[in-house]
């Protein structure tokens, strides 16, 4: 049976691919997100690479030239068709595009080295079912990073409707929880992901066309998640799913 919160998963897919649809400009611009540079740098620098990478809810796929700079084969999937045909076609053309529900996908059992979910925690009704969907498909030696929103940021609470004690309805359509540190390592109880590091990470982002009218400021605690080597993995597709 499905909470009343992670229920609101199919109207908010719809709102996303209805934004992405709504114009041919890229609603997250053209430059990787702001803290996957920084944060990628001191492994980069320790000689860091990967040989199979996803870009778990790519959007248009801004981020995806920083992920083809250190892992051998990409792949990008989104749940919005509008979003994964706005990929730019130079970019398209080295990756592979999947359309996806990231609590249920079809990719293989630790199919992937290294996942990116940049922007995306925050905006998922059902996040632990995504992470325990995220961990059976990422190799026994991978790792995540993911960024999480705290509340400090500029988007918090500005045109926000409180859905439940802890979440809320942007414009009354697209889903987003801030959590702080804590919060966080609470939902991944349970998901056989644990926290290695993580970091305090703030970046300025332009506006974003239909979605976000001024420049603002933005911060989040970036993780570098990895499974559980204490918890048995999961296996076969969309096992562990509620
Ligand atoms: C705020 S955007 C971030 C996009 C991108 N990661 C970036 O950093 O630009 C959130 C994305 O999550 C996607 N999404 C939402 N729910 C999803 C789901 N259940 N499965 C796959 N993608 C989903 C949306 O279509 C949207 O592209």
């Not at 040989?51 to 981020?63: F, H, K, S, V, Y």
């Not at 939902?187 to 056989?192: A, E, I, S, Y």
Request: charged share 25%.
């Amino acid at each position: 049976m499905p909470s009343a919160v992670s229920s609101l998963d199919p109207a908010n897919q719809r709102a996303w691919e209805a934004l992405y649809a709504s114009t041919s400009r890229f609603i997250w611009g053209a430059d990787a997100v702001g803290f996957l540079r920084p944060f990628l740098a001191p492994l980069r620098q320790a000689g860091w690479r990967r040989r199979r990478a996803l870009d778990a809810a790519t959007g248009e796929g801004r981020n995806l030239r920083v992920l083809l700079e250190v892992a051998d084969e990409v792949k990008a999937c989104d749940a919005s068709p509008a979003a994964l045909a706005k990929i730019p076609t130079d970019v398209a053309a080295r990756i592979t595009r999947v359309q996806c529900d990231l609590a249920h996908t079809s990719f293989a059992d630790g199919e992937f080295d290294f996942i990116l979910l940049s922007d995306t925690v925050e905006t998922l009704p059902n996040l632990p079912e995504v992470l325990r969907e995220l961990r059976r498909v990422l190799a026994p030696d991978g790792v995540l990073v993911c960024n999480v929103p705290e509340p400090e940021g500029d988007v918090a609470g500005v045109e926000m409707e409180p859905v439940d004690g802890t979440a809320f309805l942007y414009r009354g359509s697209y889903y987003f929880r801030f959590m702080r540190e804590a919060d966080f390592l609470a939902v991944l109880k349970g998901t056989g992901l644990v926290a290695l590091r993580s970091e305090i990470q703030e970046w300025t982002e332009a506006a974003h066309p239909g979605f976000r009218d001024a420049e603002h400021r933005h911060r989040s605690r970036v993780f570098l998640l990895a499974p559980d080597q204490a918890s048995a993995a999961p296996s076969g597709r969309g096992a562990g799913a509620s």
